[in-house]
């Protein structure tokens, strides 16, 4: 069974306060794992897929790494606007067309 | 949201009686999937479509029924609703089954 589980599970920084978001998963065999952002009352946005140890997605201050156990979220210099829920999520090769399972979040708050 | 409507956006109704609810898409997407999210639980596959009338059971699909008669169209029905499924459902749609694109959810509570 597929497992993620992301720390912390919230974080409040201040702006311009870089950190890290951890996202650790047990998979049979990756096929990729999935930044998603979320804003209250919305449903997840799409942020990046990794697929191999080893590889890096930035998008503006967002940076995704990706190992063989985890995945970083790094988060340079937020701004306000940065603050949202942040979800990660796997999948497996052992599923066909089953989804992602999902992490429970962390959630993030970047004050002024 | 990437072409997708969910509909209601909001539903209040009372133990025992069905509800339905609908995602529409217009991608022309072939895989569409159901999810609920719970505090404490993240989002959970209820059930799952990879082609018309070809319908999967996810993790949590005790309770809830699927149907996509059309390719833009996945139903959710609750049979008989119960407190339990007092949750906020997102549909998703994916042509590869990868990268999946969220609607904006529908708030259910079941009295």
């Known amino acids: 069974e597929d497992q993620v589980t992301q720390s912390p599970e919230a974080l409040r920084l201040q702006e311009g306060e870089s950190s890290s978001l951890n996202c650790s998963y047990t998979v049979s065999g990756l096929r990729g794992l999935f930044w998603y952002r979320q804003d209250p009352g919305k449903g997840p946005e799409f942020l990046f897929t990794?697929?191999?140890a080893g590889e890096e997605k930035e998008k503006e201050r967002l940076k995704a790494t990706l190992t063989k156990k985890e995945s970083f979220l790094h988060i340079t210099a937020p701004k306000p606007e940065d603050s949202a829920t942040y979800l990660c999520a796997v999948q497996g090769t052992g599923g066909g067309a089953d989804g992602l399972t999902f992490g429970k979040g962390t959630h993030l708050i970047i004050q002024p | 949201d990437a072409g997708i409507t969910q509909s209601p956006r909001h539903k209040v109704t009372e133990t025992g009686t069905p509800v339905t609810l609908r995602c529409h898409q217009t991608e022309n997407h072939r895989y569409m999937y159901w999810y609920r999210q719970d505090p404490g639980h993240g989002l959970r596959l209820i059930h799952y479509?990879?082609?018309?009338?070809?319908?999967d059971k996810g993790e949590v699909s005790d309770g809830y029924s699927v149907s996509r008669s059309k390719t833009e169209d996945f139903l959710l029905t609750l049979e008989s609703a119960t407190s339990s499924q007092t949750s906020v459902y997102f549909c998703?749609?994916?042509?590869?089954?990868?990268?999946?694109?969220f609607g904006s959810g529908t708030q259910l509570s079941v009295l």
């Open positions: 998703a749609i994916s042509e590869s089954t990868e990268k999946l694109f």
């Open positions: 479509s990879y082609g018309v009338k070809d319908t």
């Open positions: 990794l697929y191999s």
